[in-house]
């Protein structure tokens, strides 16, 4: 099977008889979720049928529609939902895209995760901590594998670095630990640019540091920035220091994609107009795969609110529809898009009553 508990999309993880082998345990504990939610409209349990009616309502009435997510859906699904999108003029928010948007523009170099595995010796988590969020990145390609250059294992042929505002789990392991201050991503940035070209850098940061960092990032004959949804950083200043790292070195970077699917619908909306639609003004904001109350507080959701989501979540329980759907690569088959833009097809491991969301989209694009 294909695990879908994160953007690696895992394809040797098995199970039997109710057993995961080889998931990690974010991956375990999302194959075995089985806090699974009702069809709802305003807090009390329906039929799926009244559900999705209650869905069609609000959608119908919506002057200001917002879709939100979308990174935890199958392809299929998220198609369908742009065409939803664009028959209603609803407005398309996803998150963390902006490193994706420079890939797909060509501004920045990029490679596989087989790419870093076979090559990769300098790799920096760059406000990222893959041990909690991408567990088996640093296990199947990034740090201990053995490749096709990379023979001689983690000790003597990778090194690897964070940068982080703080010091993460996945910083334990690594060679270098540079910490940079909070809104200071840019200074650190213009830094690290001077200590490129040997120069001494103007900088609240320790100089010699930023100088040894610069160095060892020079000397790479493969390097890899895993950029993490922290680094806020102005896409301009990271579109430069990729130029400049190119200049003097060879660099790629790779987006640490927080939904299993996000890259595909990144490339999906890549180009596409938006009605732009702000969150405040949404008179109906629509969420899919996305527990949007787990990062804004419910009084700045000022419209009605639809949840289309295998799992019950903070925003189901305040929603005024909650449609549960199959979870991808669980109970529904389909196909997504890893973090390093390989597609994958996600089988079905077993057999539900639920419906997909790709099949509840169809029904409320045919019905709108
Ligand atoms: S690393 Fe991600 S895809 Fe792989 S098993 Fe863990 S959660 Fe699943």
Redesign the pocket.
């Known amino acids: 099977m294909v695990?879908?508990?994160?953007a690696?999309?895992?394809e040797d993880?098995e199970k039997y008889d109710g057993e995961v082998r080889d998931?990690?345990r974010?991956?375990t504990a999302?194959i075995r979720n089985r806090q699974q939610i009702n069809p709802m409209v305003d807090r009390k349990v329906v039929d799926m049928d009244s559900a999705i009616k209650g869905a069609l309502d609000i959608l119908s009435h919506a002057k200001r529609p917002v879709f939100v997510g979308f990174g935890n859906s199958i392809t299929e699904t998220q198609q369908t939902g742009i065409r939803l999108a664009e028959k209603i003029d609803a407005s398309i928010k996803t998150f963390h895209t902006g490193i994706i948007e420079n890939i797909l523009n060509n501004r920045v170099k990029t490679c596989t995760l087989s790419d870093v595995r076979d090559y990769a010796d300098v790799i920096v988590f760059w406000e990222c901590d893959p041990m909690n969020t991408?567990?088996?990145?640093l296990s199947k390609y990034a740090y201990y594998p053995r490749g096709e250059k990379r023979q001689h294992g983690w000790e003597e042929d990778r090194i690897a670095i964070t940068i982080d505002l703080r010091y993460s789990h996945t910083a334990s392991i690594c060679r270098e630990v540079h910490k940079i201050h909070p809104g200071l991503d840019a200074d650190f940035i213009d830094a690290l640019i001077d200590g490129l070209h040997n120069k001494v850098p103007k900088t609240t940061y320790d100089k010699k540091q930023i100088l040894k960092l610069a160095g060892t990032l020079k000397k790479a004959e493969f390097g890899v920035i895993f950029a993490g949804t922290g680094m806020t950083t102005p896409q301009d200043a990271i579109i430069r220091l990729m130029d400049e790292l190119n200049e003097v070195s060879n660099f790629h970077i790779l987006p640490m994609t927080p939904g299993y699917n996000l890259r595909s619908i990144a490339a999906q909306l890549h180009g596409r107009a938006d009605s732009g639609i702000d969150m405040h003004e949404a008179d109906c904001v629509l969420c899919l795969g996305f527990d949007l109350l787990n990062s804004l507080p419910v009084h700045e959701i000022n419209g009605k609110m639809i949840v289309i989501d295998p799992n019950d979540t903070i925003s189901s329980r305040y929603a005024d529809v909650v449609i549960p759907c199959a979870a991808g690569g669980v109970d529904c088959a389909g196909s997504a898009v890893r973090m390093d833009g390989v597609e994958v097809d996600l089988p079905r491991i077993m057999e539900s009553e639920r419906i997909s969301d790709a099949s509840i989209m169809n029904q409320l694009l045919e019905a709108m």
């Open positions: 695990c879908t508990g994160c690696l999309l895992c993880v998931a990690c974010i991956g999302h991408h567990p088996r990145l």
